[in-house]
């Protein structure tokens, strides 16, 4: 069975700082990984999703890479912003269709 | 387009006693997952329909849990009796299909008391 870990459970920056955030996973035969974003009371956006072909995927001020051979991708936020406090997930997904495991999620804290 | 609607989005209950949430995914979606969401915790995937069928069910715990997708529209997930454990937020999402373009629902809070 697919396990993800999310380090850290928390982070804390002042705003305009670049961050990153990690994911592992356990399977590596994974058919693509997929970064949400969870704001409180509220369901799940999807940020950005990397196929397994591919190795990062770019979207603004979010870039998230993938290694597969580690078991490993990371989301990397640039000059970071208030509004990008939320709880970020990222998803594994298996070669079972549209099936994902998801991390327990990092909780991020922007300062102004 | 709307998105995927979910009622009630709060729910308190005491232990033993039943529940239902309800869920309507975006027009056209086939595909429909029910998610459970403990704090602090990653969503877990309960059950995935696909039209009114169902996928998988393998992590529903079927002795207290049910869910059925009626028309391949609406879905509905009951839990019968609830215990103290439940108590998480429950989502709901649809797909078209196209791997990876999920919407998720605001999600329902359970509290069991």
């Known amino acids: 069975k697919q396990e993800v870990t999310q380090i850290p459970a928390a982070l804390s920056v002042p705003e305009g700082e670049n961050l990153v955030l990690n994911c592992s996973f356990t399977?590596?035969?994974?058919?693509?990984l997929q970064w949400f974003r969870q704001d409180p009371g509220k369901g799940l956006t999807s940020l950005l999703l990397?196929?397994?072909?591919?190795r990062e995927q770019t979207s603004g001020r979010l870039n998230a890479s993938l290694d597969k051979s580690s078991g490993r991708s990371t989301l990397y936020i640039a000059a970071s912003q208030p509004g990008d406090s939320a709880t970020y997930l990222c998803a594994a997904g298996p070669y079972n269709f549209n099936k994902f495991y998801f991390g327990s999620g990092t909780k991020l804290n922007v300062k102004p | 387009e709307a998105g995927v609607a979910q009622s009630p989005r709060y729910k308190i209950i005491e232990k033993r006693q039943s529940v239902a949430f309800w869920c309507n995914p975006i027009s056209g979606h086939a595909t429909l997952y029910w998610y459970q969401q403990i704090l602090g915790q990653g969503p877990k995937l309960l059950i995935q329909f696909q039209n009114n069928g169902v996928v998988d069910d393998s992590q529903l715990p079927k002795d207290r849990f049910s869910a059925e997708r009626l028309k391949g529209v609406d879905s509905t997930l009951k839990i019968q009796p609830a215990k103290l454990e439940d108590s998480a937020v429950y989502l709901c999402a649809s797909s078209s299909g196209n791997i990876g373009r999920w919407d998720f629902g605001p999600g329902t809070r359970l509290t069991v008391l």
């Open positions: 990397i196929q397994s072909s591919q």
């Open positions: 399977d590596s035969a994974i058919y693509n």
